[in-house]
């Protein structure tokens, strides 16, 4: 049976709540997806990558638009070799220097060491104001990522 997992991933990849914060924050999630599965924050020892599963759509350079994805992953190859702290790397369509988490991911993905995680949701989306409400609880900005596996 396929998943949907709703994920909430603070925008710096390095930023971790404390664990008062991120139960907070899990009653709030819990409370605008009553029919959800399961809700959880998921602490990481090391940055990793929050993919969108089988939404993936492909990513693109932020700076002049053009299709990377076939460069993305040996990129992504090199940042892991690092286990993702440098995620800088030189784009080879127009050799800007772009960081690997401001890519134009055409469906959301993101670094991170820090999740919200809602499981099968049962709902279509959560509105802009419910988003806001949960990075303001959290103090730091989110990127919210609709996964299905
Ligand atoms: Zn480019």
Redesign the pocket.
Known sequence: MSETILRYVPLDPNWQPSDEQSGQVVSLLKAMAPLAENVSGHFEDDVRFYDPGENWSGVK?P??K?DVEEWWGEAMDTAFASEFKNLSAE?P??S?TVNLNGLDYVWPAAFGRFALEVLNPNMDDTTHEQDQQLAERLGTPLRKIWARY
Request: proline letters at 0%.
């Open positions: 350079c700076n002049c053009a784009a369509c127009c800007t």
